[in-house]
């Protein structure tokens, strides 16, 4: 069955870094254009980068004004997330999906940034 599992979330100081990594089963990864997308408490999911399938185009919020990188490995099935120079308002749970969310919704990865 489908499965995308987010790992590399935790406690950050403002300013620091985090890579988030998402591995995807089940399905054949190397067609879909990937994402990434956080959910702050009491707020909508947000959808932050996508990846094309072969990872050469990328688009990013936004908002996120260059602090954070995507990246692939389609043989590994993986697509990871830099988060650089990290804001207390970067606190969220962050996912990993198909460009749309075509695909059950993982845990996520918990993200905290506080000092």
């Known amino acids: 069955q489908v499965q995308l599992v987010e790992s590399g979330g935790g406690l950050v100081q403002p300013g620091g870094s985090l890579r988030l990594s998402c591995a995807a089963s089940?399905?054949?990864?190397?067609?879909?254009?990937m994402s990434w997308y956080r959910q702050a408490p009491g707020k909508q999911r947000e959808l932050l980068a996508t990846?094309?399938?072969?990872?050469?185009?990328?688009n990013y919020a936004d908002s996120l004004k260059g602090r954070f990188t995507i990246s692939r490995d389609n043989a590994k099935n993986t697509v990871a997330l830099q988060l650089s120079s990290l804001k207390p308002e970067d606190t969220a749970v962050y996912y990993c999906?198909?460009?749309?969310?075509?695909?059950?919704w993982g845990q996520g990865t918990q993200v905290t940034v506080s000092s």
């Open positions: 089940g399905f054949t990864f190397s067609y879909y254009t």
């Open positions: 990846i094309a399938s072969a990872g050469g185009t990328r």
């Open positions: 999906n198909t460009a749309g969310a075509t695909m059950p």
